[in-house]
């Protein structure tokens, strides 16, 4: 089965610094890989997400990259704040009747 | 749009009791996921509804169980608590078909002394 790898497992930065976070999968299979940011006491909330049939997306401060020969995607943060200080959740799927395996986390914080 | 909601945000049970857990998913959503996630780890699969049946399972012992009624909505049950049940469960929803994104709830916290 699928088995997914997150790095760093923490991560601090400086305000205004970039902050990136790698996934890798095992699963060459794998076609779909959404990003989840966690607040303190909150439920994972979908920040952005990539396909297989894109190399790279991009939302204001945030961007994905997906390098599907070596199977690794990562998570980019420019000009961090504050307020990106949270645990970083990657996944990944491969067909819509499999669930979704993810990472085991990154606690980021950014210091001000 | 409401969000997923989840019910109760907290639950305390004692060692050997039995804890309902329920889910609304979004309007339209047919998915339902259950997730637990211990303190401190990761978001471990727990079980996976749509249209009703069960499609996948993750690997849990078969005292976790739930169902999803015709609404969609859906309940997670834990029978024989243990101690190491103790952790935040959560649920998600998603269409079925192309570009289903899972968008999560806020989770209950069950405790078991």
């Known amino acids: 089965g699928e088995n997914v790898e997150q790095h760093p497992s923490t991560l601090s930065v400086q305000e205004g610094d970039s902050a990136v976070i790698k996934c890798t999968y095992s699963d060459s299979a794998s076609n779909y890989f959404p990003w989840y940011k966690q607040e303190l006491g909150k439920g994972p909330q979908l920040i952005i997400d990539i396909r297989s049939n894109v190399g790279e997306k991009k939302d204001q401060r945030i961007a994905v990259t997906l390098n599907k020969t070596a199977k690794h995607f990562s998570l980019h943060i420019t000009e961090t704040q504050p307020e990106d200080s949270a645990v970083y959740f990657c996944?990944?799927?491969?067909?819509?009747?499999?669930?979704?395996?993810f990472g085991p986390g990154t606690r980021l914080s950014v210091l001000p | 749009e409401a969000g997923v909601t989840q019910s109760p945000t907290h639950l305390i049970k004692t060692r050997g009791q039995q804890a309902t857990l329920r889910c609304s998913p979004i309007s339209g959503h047919t998915s339902v996921y259950w997730y637990q996630q211990a303190l401190g780890l990761g978001l471990q699969f727990l079980l996976w509804?749509?249209?009703?049946?069960?499609?996948n399972r993750g690997n849990f012992p078969p005292r976790f169980s739930g169902r999803q009624f015709p609404n969609y909505s859906s309940e997670l049950n834990v029978n024989a608590l243990e101690l190491e049940d103790s952790a935040l469960y959560l649920c998600?929803?998603?269409?079925?078909?192309?570009?289903?994104?899972?968008?999560f709830g806020p989770g209950t916290r069950l405790t078991v002394l």
């Open positions: 998600a929803s998603s269409y079925r078909g192309v570009g289903n994104e899972q968008f």
């Open positions: 996944a990944a799927r491969h067909n819509y009747g499999q669930n979704f395996v």
């Open positions: 509804y749509d249209e009703g049946e069960e499609r």
